[in-house]
């Protein structure tokens, strides 16, 4: 498999103060984005991300993220059949066994794309966080379900089948304060917004977006998120597969608190490894300080779930 690797340098930093951002002893790390190919075959598609993320690990990266969707097709005839309930243990759910199994051994961090998931009589599209120990850090349900029809060019019903999460996912990980969307997610800036208020230094969503809205807005969106919060933003696709019911854009890309690119490629299987340093949040920040010119007497985002649970 390809291995791109970013051109960026990566040290230690002393203390990020600014936005309510959290110490790390670690600012600097790799990160690998893993663009699968994904076929109909689930067993093949387990084994091949299992070969991937080994390779992202060998090559150094501290974490790994995967596409949404990456175990089977994505597609409304696969998502029941192929569901896996994740609560019930590794028997059940043989991608989140392997993908525990290997964080673990690896001792890295992976986010691991998104898999169908069956809960009761509910499907889900979910992503499983892991730790360096292998257990499950987070697990987030997508909040936003993708429904799109544009006649003639691009009909998906994601709410068909999926039914949507019901909460914000921000976890804390040995490489940092993460938040997590998956691909429409990215659409919402004020789930963004609120991941940067609690102290995010990077958002990730795995992602599969197509190729009629890929091309204008995939990469506009996540610009917009970094330089809308000044923070990292990574996103995985799958690969493209020409002849699939959906196909997917790809451009798997990693962007800077700045809004710039930091690393990105096109649509074909790669493994994207960039250099991650937090010491540019706070140096942004400082740079740039609109986060402190916000007319809080104007406008005012509101954390519906911190509210209710009564943090401030
Ligand atoms: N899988 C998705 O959520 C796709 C989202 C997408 O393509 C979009 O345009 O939004």
Not at 22 to 27: D, H, P, T, Y
Not at 84 to 107: F, H, N, T, V
Not at 129 to 135: L, Q, S, T, Y
Request: net charge negative; with cysteine; proline share 4%.
């Amino acid at each position: 498999m390809l291995v791109l690797l970013s051109v960026n340098y990566h040290h230690l930093c002393t203390k990020l103060s600014y936005y309510d951002l959290v110490f790390v002893e670690s600012c600097g790390f790799k990160i690998a984005l893993c663009q699968l190919l994904v076929t109909a075959d689930k067993e093949r598609n387990i084994a091949h991300a299992r070969k991937a993320i080994e390779e992202a690990a060998e090559k150094g990266a501290q974490l790994v993220l995967l596409p949404e969707i990456w175990n089977i097709p994505y597609s409304n005839d696969y998502f029941p059949v192929y569901a896996e309930d994740i609560d019930a243990g590794a028997g059940a759910s043989p991608s989140i066994a392997m993908l525990s199994e290997l964080s673990e051994r690896l001792k890295i961090t992976i986010i691991g794309g998104s898999i169908p998931e069956r809960s009761g009589d509910k499907l889900y599209n979910t992503c499983c966080v892991f730790g360096a120990d292998g257990k499950i850090k987070g697990k987030h349900r997508k909040i936003h379900l993708f429904d799109i029809d544009i006649p003639g060019r691009m009909t998906f019903k994601e709410s068909m089948t999926f039914t949507a999460g019901e909460s914000p996912t921000i976890v804390d990980t040995e490489v940092g304060r993460i938040g997590i969307g998956i691909c429409y997610d990215i659409r919402f800036q004020e789930l963004a917004a609120i991941y940067a208020a609690r102290g995010a230094h990077l958002l990730c969503y795995p992602g599969a977006f197509n190729m009629t809205t890929g091309p204008l807005h995939w990469e506009l969106l996540q610009r917009a998120r970094a330089a809308d919060c000044q923070l990292y933003v990574a996103t995985c696709s799958p690969a493209r597969v020409d002849n699939a019911s959906y196909v997917a854009w790809g451009h798997s890309t990693v962007v800077g608190p700045f809004g710039e690119v930091i690393a990105t490629t096109e649509h074909e299987e790669v493994i994207v490894i960039a250099e991650i340093d937090y010491s540019l949040i706070e140096q942004r920040r400082t740079y740039l300080p609109f986060q402190k010119q916000r007319r809080g007497d104007l406008y005012q985002l509101v954390d519906v779930q911190r509210l209710n649970t009564g943090k401030s």
